[in-house]
């Protein structure tokens, strides 16, 4: 003879596994260090996260040239995850491409801001900071190196 399961019982699995769900690490709390070391990847259709276990190598391998980047605005390079901003003539900043929130690459940089079309963030392009909600946390600062006329990840 089969037992059924009794009601409490199935709720209390599907309430255990609701709760798994929602106790994944999306990296969307916006709490805690404004350092991010772990590379965040989406998975294509799903619209989930999740963090690799190593971040990317930086290759030196020329990102832009300087004349690449207005003044006043910046360029998102999406495979690097940087965009690289010029705030001033001359001087050049860059920033993770992800956004703090919900860890959307930024869609561009218009109006001296970094944008995030998903939720509406936006960033500082001279040091990264939250100038609209929802996010909470800045655009962590990226290593870049100007050479000449050339941009280089380091």
Do not use: W
């Not at 509406?120 to 600062?141: F, H, Q, W």
Request: proline share 6%; with cysteine; glycine share 12%.
């Amino acid at each position: 003879m089969t037992q059924r399961p009794k009601r409490r019982t199935i709720l209390l699995a599907t309430g255990a596994a609701a709760l798994a769900a929602g106790c994944g690490d999306s990296g969307g709390d916006d709490s805690g260090s404004t350092e991010q070391t772990a590379e965040i990847t989406e998975t294509p259709g799903t619209g989930e996260t999740g963090q690799d276990a190593d971040p990317p190598e930086a290759d030196g391998e020329e990102l832009a040239t300087t004349d690449e980047i207005p003044v006043g605005g910046g360029k998102i390079f999406k495979d690097e995850k940087v965009v690289v901003t010029q705030p001033e003539e001359g001087q050049f900043k860059a920033f993770s491409a992800i956004c703090t929130h919900q860890q959307c690459i930024v869609a561009n940089v218009e109006g001296g801001t970094i944008n995030c079309t998903c939720h509406g963030s936006k960033y500082s392009i001279t040091d990264g900071a939250v100038e609209n909600p929802p996010a909470t946390r800045p655009l962590p600062a990226e290593k870049i190196e100007v050479d000449g006329n050339s941009i280089r990840l380091t």
